[in-house]
């Protein structure tokens, strides 16, 4: 069984530009959770999606949205990218939503903003 | 507020000497947990997890963990380790309030030849 992927690997963007990362869950997996992973905060949840919609969200400014198809596949923006911004993003799979589904990550996608 | 927390943020170990890496969790209620590895170049991978039942779990490549409600920890060990276990391990959690993963801030393991 394939598992997580994600496009791009990587990514060097500007200040003020905008950025779509995509991810495809594993097969049957209905829930796509978002992580940013930075040297200095670490792993940081930024949202979940379940069956097209967002069940939960991380304390993150409003300029990173998401969003989930109704193959499950999803996609995270980051709009007028500061340079903080730069950081690994995973996304993880799971079956279902909720605290007892192991989630499946996959190999993240490397932003650098300049 | 939930946390994770990670007290050992680098250790060096040579080839066969044991390995333990502490992990606290401060949440109320029921709590899950798990330990996540992070080889060089390579994706976050389970460990083990713990859910409920016997506090002691044991996970892959010889991995184990305890969970001590009373000392709020689930520290991971392994009695021998090799080479190949260089890598980050993260501690994380999950409770009926925080879905979640809140992930602690990892331990880098470097395991000398």
């Known amino acids: 069984k394939a598992g997580v992927t994600q496009t791009p690997r990587y990514l060097i963007k500007t200040r003020g530009q905008q950025v779509t990362l995509s991810c495809s869950p594993i097969?049957?997996?209905?829930?796509v959770s978002w992580y940013q992973q930075t040297p200095g905060q670490g792993l940081q949840f930024l949202f979940e999606?379940?069956?097209?919609?967002?069940?939960n969200k991380g304390n993150f400014p409003g300029r990173f949205s998401g969003r989930q198809f109704s193959n499950s596949r999803s996609e995270m923006n980051v709009s007028t990218l500061e340079l903080g911004d730069s950081a690994l993003y995973l996304c993880?799979?799971?079956?279902?939503?909720?605290?007892?589904?192991?989630?499946?990550f996959g190999p993240g996608t490397r932003l650098t903003v300049l | 507020a939930q946390s994770v927390s990670q007290h050992n943020h680098h250790v060096i170990l040579s080839e066969a000497a044991s390995l333990e890496l502490g992990c606290n969790y401060s949440?109320?209620?029921?709590?899950?947990l798990f330990w996540y590895v992070q080889y060089p170049g390579q994706h976050l991978q389970l460990l083990l997890k713990?859910?409920?039942?016997?506090?002691l779990v044991k996970g892959i490549k010889g991995f184990e963990a305890e969970f001590i409600k009373s000392k709020f920890s689930f520290n991971l060990r392994k009695p021998s380790v090799q080479w190949s276990d260089t890598a980050e391990y993260f501690c994380?959690?999950?409770?009926?309030?925080?879905?979640?993963?809140?992930f602690g801030s990892g331990t880098q393991l470097t395991v000398l030849p």
């Open positions: 949440y109320g209620g029921t709590v899950n």
């Open positions: 097969s049957g997996h209905r829930s």
């Open positions: 994380a959690a999950t409770s009926g309030s925080a879905r979640q993963l809140t």
């Open positions: 713990y859910f409920s039942g016997d506090p």
């Open positions: 999606y379940f069956s097209e919609t967002q069940r």
């Open positions: 993880a799979s799971s079956l279902t939503s909720g605290t007892y589904n192991e989630q499946f």
